[in-house]
């Protein structure tokens, strides 16, 4: 089995800026900047196999576990909707999946979770699933064409 490493939530983000949306795993993306082509014959292939492999019990959810979901809400309501509305159906729908240390409060006085879904939205933002907020009312998520062709690829 692999080691397990952590890292914060600064470089993860810099992970899935280098990374191909839909192909890569980290360890993928490092193995690419690194100059490491060949990738072992017993790598995980997918960045669910990846996750299932170095997650541990009590961690928090990794952020880009919120993207599917994000996706598939703002889908469900119609493309768009408030940022509340979309954290009250994530909550309802990834209920389940949720650690103790998701349902913390962090300093800020927000639920962990919360946080990360707002985090992998700024990414979606960045990699023009969703429009950027210039482009919207105050606290309307809202998918673009390519969120919206994301969403029948998965």
Request: glycine content about 6%; cysteine-free; hydrophobic content about 40%.
């Amino acid at each position: 089995m692999a080691p397990t490493i952590r890292i914060d939530d600064q470089v993860y983000a810099w992970l899935q800026q280098q990374a191909k949306a839909f192909e890569d795993t980290p360890n993928t993306v490092l193995r690419r900047v690194a100059g490491i082509d060949n990738v072992p014959a017993n790598a995980p292939q997918s960045k669910q196999q990846v996750r299932e492999v170095t997650r541990m019990k009590g961690d928090k959810t990794p952020q880009p576990a919120y993207r599917k979901p994000i996706l598939r809400v703002l889908k469900k309501l119609g493309g768009e909707a408030s940022r509340m509305r979309v954290l009250q159906e994530l909550a309802a729908m990834m209920a389940d999946d949720f650690t103790k240390t998701d349902k913390e409060k962090i300093s800020s006085g927000t639920i962990r979770w919360q946080k990360t879904a707002e985090y992998e939205v700024l990414v979606m933002r960045n990699e023009g699933l969703l429009r950027p907020v210039v482009e919207t009312a105050r606290g309307i998520w809202a998918l673009t064409k390519k969120g919206q062709e994301a969403i029948r690829a998965t």
